[in-house]
């Protein structure tokens, strides 16, 4: 692990590829990764003591308002997914999160991306971020 990744939190996510996520070849399809991203980031939330729900159920949500992703290789049915997720920046309104699969059986980085958000309240208007979330 590099000297940055000892410095800030992250949240590894492992799980199996499942079929439905295939194409007729069985290599997973490109939309998928972006499911992937959301497990991860999830995973993270709860990692770090909270949860997406309590998020909404403290009357704030986090929709993504930019995805980057960049395809290096890819995984196919029966691989396990490994999705590393950390946030890359965190200011009050917005926060962006990076991410890395890998495939767990050679930890072979297939794809790297990102996802930017933005906090707003139940009526999607932006808002400043939780206390819990200002770190």
Known sequence: MDSQSEQRKEATAEFPVRYAETDAMGVVHHASYIVYFEEARSHYMRAQGSDYALVEADGY???????QVRYLGSLVYGDRARV????????????????EITNAKDDRVLVTGSTQHVWTDLDGRVTRAPEQWKF
């Open 61 to 67: 949500r986090l929709p993504v308002t930019e995805v």
């Open 84 to 99: 590393r997720a950390w946030i890359a920046e965190n200011k009050s309104r917005r926060l962006t999160f990076n991410y």
